[in-house]
C-alpha cells in the first residue's frame, strides 16, 4: 500500500498525558498537512510542511501541540498536557510537488478521558 | 462570517436524482479548490479538482466562479453509493498558506 499511513489508529488516554501520533505520507510527496476533525465539523488546518521546513501553523496549535518533519518524510505531531477538547480525529495528508492535491491516511482517534 | 460556507444538509434524493451542491468563499486570494467525498468514520478521498473552465467526470460536474467566490458540484444519475458528506475545500495565501475545509454537505440516495 503505497498510501498515506498513520499511526496508531486509535488513542485512549488520560487527561494530563502526552501524545505521539506518526504519519507517514506518499514517497514522492515533499508537502505534508495535519488537521483535526470533530463530529459534524470539516477538518481543520493545524499545519504544514514542505519538505522538513514548517511553513504554516494555524492559531488552533496552541503551545501544548508541536509537529516536526525531521528529515522530510514521516512526520509526528505531539499534544502535552491532553484535555477532553482535545478529543477528535486527527488527520494527515501529503500533497505532490506538483498541484496541491491533498491524499489523506485514515487519521488517529484520540479520545481523552 | 465562515471562511468557506456549504449548503446545509441532509439532501434526501431518489436514486437517479440530480443534485447540486454549493459553496461560497470569502478570500479573494483563493487559489485552489477542490471537492471531496467523506464517507462516515473515513478519510476524504479527493473527488475533483475545480477549474473556471469547468470540469466534468463521468456523472460528477464541478464549476468555479471567481467573480462571485461560488464553487458548484453537480451529481447526476445519483447512486446508492453515492451517499456520503461532500466537503468544499480552498487553499488560499493570506500571508501564509492555508487549507480551508467547508463543514461539509451530507447527501442520502434512497432507492
Known amino acids: 500500500d503505497t498510501g498515506v499511513s498513520q499511526d496508531p489508529r486509535h488513542k485512549i488516554t488520560k487527561r494530563g498525558q502526552n501524545v505521539t501520533f506518526r504519519c507517514d505520507p506518499i514517497?514522492?510527496?515533499?508537502?505534508l498537512y495535519w488537521y483535526r476533525q470533530t463530529l459534524g465539523q470539516g477538518p481543520e488546518f493545524l499545519t504544514y510542511?514542505?519538505?522538513?521546513?514548517?511553513?504554516?501553523k494555524s492559531r488552533l496549535l496552541s503551545d501544548r501541540f508541536s509537529a516536526e518533519r525531521p528529515k522530510g518524510s514521516f512526520s509526528t505531531l505531539e499534544i502535552q498536557r491532553t484535555e477532553q477538547g482535545d478529543s477528535a480525529m486527527y488527520l494527515c495528508?501529503?500533497?505532490?510537488?506538483?498541484?496541491?492535491?491533498?491524499?489523506f491516511g485514515p487519521g488517529t482517534r484520540l479520545t481523552v478521558t | 462570517r465562515k471562511e468557506v460556507e456549504q449548503d446545509p444538509g441532509p439532501f434526501n434524493v431518489p436514486e437517479g436524482a440530480t443534485v447540486a451542491f454549493n459553496c461560497t468563499y470569502s478570500n479573494s486570494a483563493s487559489q485552489s479548490f477542490f471537492w471531496y467525498r467523506q464517507d462516515c468514520r473515513k478519510e476524504p478521498k479527493l473527488l475533483m479538482s475545480v477549474y473556471s473552465s469547468g470540469n466534468e467526470d463521468g456523472r460528477f460536474t464541478a464549476q468555479l466562479n471567481r467573480a462571485s467566490q461560488y464553487i458548484s458540484l453537480l451529481i447526476r444519475d445519483s447512486k446508492l453509493s453515492d451517499s456520503a458528506t461532500y466537503l468544499c475545500?480552498?487553499?488560499?495565501?493570506?500571508?501564509?498558506?492555508?487549507?480551508?475545509f467547508g463543514a461539509g454537505t451530507r447527501l442520502f440516495v434512497k432507492a
Open positions: 495528508a501529503s500533497s505532490p510537488q506538483q498541484g496541491y492535491e491533498q491524499y
Open positions: 510542511f514542505q519538505n522538513e521546513a514548517q511553513l504554516e
Open positions: 475545500v480552498v487553499n488560499a495565501y493570506t500571508g501564509g498558506f492555508k487549507t480551508i
Open positions: 514517497s514522492e510527496h515533499n508537502r
